[in-house]
């Protein structure tokens, strides 16, 4: 990505989504990622307060945030998980059904140390139910390098950090 002036924006693709609030009135995406800037964008683009925005370059090495933690969010959930819509960078995990937490903490903790990763669950060991939230997993930048998510893969290679044991009659 690179950083490019409002007024010289047109035809280049939006990083991100462009949050727009109206006191009382409005507060939601203006703009959505991948967005491609017309003229008549600028005016609202600088209402809102934008001098300069983050626009998309080509680059095999780098990921879009959203891509990336999708990555990262199959990497890390196991059984009886499932996602919540990506938004700005960030997917939370959330219980498919009732159960007990079982959270690798060695291995999440390698993974919290590495650049631009983020991940924070619940304590592991703690009765869950069905759509309850687990964890958040978030890129913090807009763009990831392709070389941290082939890191946290090798962390993530025995088996993913975030799972359900269902609960069983007996």
């Known amino acids: 990505m690179k950083t490019v002036k409002t007024t010289e924006a047109v035809g280049l693709i939006l990083c991100h989504d462009m949050t727009q609030i109206i006191k009382d009135e409005f507060k939601g995406p203006r703009f959505k990622k991948g967005h491609i800037v017309r003229e008549e964008d600028i005016p609202v683009l600088q209402s809102m307060g934008k001098e300069t925005l983050y626009v998309w370059e080509d680059d095999p090495h780098v990921i879009h945030e959203n891509e990336g933690v999708e990555v990262l969010y199959h ?55 069905k759509g309850d939230k687990l964890a958040g997993i978030r890129v913090v930048p807009l763009a990831i390098q392709q070389a941290r998510l082939e890191a946290a893969k090798v962390i993530l290679e025995n088996g993913p950090i975030i799972e359900i044991m269902p609960l069983q009659k007996k």
Do not use: F, W
Not at 82 to 87: A, D, L, T, Y
Not at 89 to 96: D, H, I, N, R, S
């Open 75 to 129: 990497y890390c959930s196991g059984q009886n998980c499932v996602p919540s819509e990506i938004k700005e960078g960030k997917v939370e995990c959330l219980a498919a059904c009732d159960g007990l937490l079982k959270i690798d903490t060695k291995r999440l903790n390698a993974i919290n140390a590495l650049d631009d990763i983020i991940i924070a669950t619940r304590h592991g060991n703690t009765m869950v139910k």
